[in-house]
């Protein structure tokens, strides 16, 4: 299978990890002259109405879904914009998007007619079929060629399975295809994915009932096909061996969309930095795009270092040279504040030791495109402590190993005198942003939060989210729950699970090396095999999502959010297993400080 697509539910959280992961394995298949195509994509929630209308639950409660896939880099943006809109001025109930965003962000993305959740499956279920056609002619009018019709076949071959669903989407297809006729339409085959494998199914539906609080005997229970697992090329040509053009359809969607890279450079907001020290014209007037490229491809001392590709490469990624004048500018006045700083530091004459690392430190901020950064941080440190009375703590983690943060006053320990090493905080041959930790007063730290937020706008500054996983204690506990284990029966085995390292053993781990749960891998039980085979395959998986982080931690990015609100926290489980802090802080153009 040459391409693959995520379309979440209403999020695109688990975008980045996904990215990353077929770059890896791209990475891999080169030498075998092979490709993973990764398709990009979201299964909106649109909104019978406009997106902020929330006066009727009965009415803006309900959502359609629909099915969008970035086709190049534009939609992609596009894409974002759609998504951050429907949760910062969309959500109720879920994140809706509505028609109106859609007309303005479409350009660059392909849209499909979804599931029977879809509005055209929806009015043809119940009957509606001159509005399901008025529907088809609208989306069609917006995307043109890249509207395409969904056949789904989800026939239910187990008890305990969704066995209507099947029958529903046979009619739609029959009038999908109708339509396709009339109108002119590709139809496509996919497949609802909820689950890898086959197997998984019933693991599935035990984590749709701790979703929903429900037991496996509840006769509300969501109950899916249990067909919803990623099915291979062959089997979706043998579900599908009657509709050649489809599946033709299915093959053009990935033969429509290019392969672009998601990352970004650091985006933040500028620093205001005093009119008489300088600014960005009076730079520009000063030097030339030759006096840029030295000094930012060079070393510390002038010295050439980087061949000459290495060297184009490395203004194009710090954004060229129209934003180099902007970071020579804040770079040049970053040290301006160091050099201050070490006076009181160190005396005057400032010690050659402290100054060779002082030179070395900046010219390293300077050409990683960091020095506003810098700036920012002092700022609202140093805000904190002289004009808000926050208590302020030292200084945690790598930073401690900088001088020019000891300078600044963003940390109070002399690195100098603890040798402590700053390329565990910064290094230019390994590319990572710079991440701060900082302590303020519990009952204070909201104060710095709103000095920033009112310092560079709310646009400009959230808060992270973090993913909640299901560990082994948690997972058994839940599992036994919707197995109706007795709580005695599970605690046996729970109690005996150890930590290590404040990181708990994962099942596995804990059978093979803990002796009182030698009875646990050694058991007949039935229920006591269901419960190790499901928490097995449930173990790992994101629980929510919640504000990061534990014991009232707070994270917050500084950063220019280029479409109002990045990305938001969606409460739902996700697919995709990944980390906030390096999903935004290493890729997307955004800049993280620990405030705890």
Request: net charge negative; proline share 4%.
């Amino acid at each position: 299978m040459p391409g693959v697509a995520v379309t979440d539910h209403g999020n695109m959280m688990g975008i980045k990890e996904f990215k990353n992961y077929c770059d890896k394995k791209n990475e891999e298949l080169k030498h075998q002259g092979k490709h993973i195509k990764p398709i990009i994509g979201c299964e909106v929630y649109v909104a019978p109405r406009r997106k902020e209308q929330r006066d009727s639950r009965e009415l803006d409660g309900a959502n359609y879904h629909l099915i969008l896939l970035a086709k190049n880099k534009t939609g992609y943006h596009n894409l974002i914009k759609i998504v951050s809109r429907a949760w910062t001025d969309g959500f109720y109930s879920h994140p809706r998007t509505d028609k109106y965003d859609l007309e303005k962000y479409r350009e660059g993305l392909i849209c499909s007619s979804a599931c029977l959740g879809g509005e055209l499956p929806k009015l043809i279920t119940a009957g509606r079929l001159d509005e399901a056609e008025e529907v088809v002619q609208w989306f069609h009018g917006l995307f043109g060629d890249d509207y395409y019709l969904e056949l789904q076949r989800h026939k239910a071959t187990v008890l305990n399975a969704n066995h209507e669903v099947y029958q529903l989407q046979m009619n739609v297809n029959a009038h999908l295809k109708e339509m396709s006729r009339k109108f002119g339409i590709k139809t496509i085959c996919t497949n609802d994915v909820h689950f890898l494998d086959e197997e998984n199914a019933d693991a599935h539906e035990l984590l749709i009932c701790l979703s929903t609080g429900r037991t496996l005997d509840d006769p509300n229970l969501m109950r899916y096909s249990k067909q919803e697992w990623f099915k291979t090329t062959e089997e979706m040509n043998l579900l599908f061996e009657d509709e050649p053009d489809a599946l033709a359809g299915t093959v053009e969607i990935y033969n429509k969309v290019e392969d672009y890279s998601i990352n970004h450079a650091p985006i933040m907001p500028n620093f205001a930095i005093p009119e008489e020290f300088g600014n960005e014209q009076e730079y520009r007037r000063r030097f030339t795009e030759e006096d840029l490229f030295k000094e930012f491809t060079c070393d510390e001392y002038g010295n050439t270092v980087l061949s000459k590709e290495d060297a184009d490469n490395k203004i194009e990624n710090l954004g060229g040279y129209d934003k180099l004048y902007r970071i020579k500018l804040e770079a040049d006045y970053l040290a301006e504040l160091a050099f201050q700083g070490a006076k009181k530091r160190y005396g005057d004459p400032i010690p050659e030791n402290v100054k060779e690392q002082l030179v070395f430190e900046l010219h390293v901020m300077k050409t990683m495109g960091y020095p506003g950064y810098f700036l920012i941080v002092q700022d609202f440190i140093n805000v904190a402590r002289t004009e808000l009375d926050v208590s302020v703590g030292p200084g945690r983690g790598s930073a401690a190993g900088s001088i020019v943060s000891y300078c600044l006053g963003i940390t109070q320990i002399d690195p100098i005198k603890y040798d402590l090493l700053f390329e565990r905080f910064l290094n230019p041959d390994r590319i990572s942003m710079p991440d701060i930790d900082v302590d303020f007063a519990d009952d204070q730290r909201g104060d710095v939060i709103d000095y920033v937020r009112e310092k560079y706008g709310t646009e400009c500054v959230s808060q992270i989210i973090t993913f909640n996983k299901l560990t082994s204690k948690a997972v058994l506990r839940d599992v036994a729950r919707v197995l109706k284990i007795p709580i005695p029966t599970v605690n046996k085995i729970t109690k005996f699970i150890p930590s290590k390292f404040g990181k708990v053993y994962s099942i596995d781990q804990a059978l093979a090396e803990v002796p009182d749960l030698k009875w646990v891998k050694e058991s007949n039980e039935t229920d006591i095999q269901n419960l190790i085979k499901y928490a097995r395959v449930l173990e790992g998986m994101n629980r929510n999502a919640s504000k990061h982080a534990d014991a009232g931690n707070t994270s917050v990015y500084i950063g220019v959010c280029l479409y109002r609100f990045h990305y938001e926290i969606d409460g739902c489980p996700g697919r995709y297993p990944a980390s906030g802090e390096n999903l935004f802080q290493d890729n997307n153009g955004r800049i993280c400080i620990s405030v705890s």
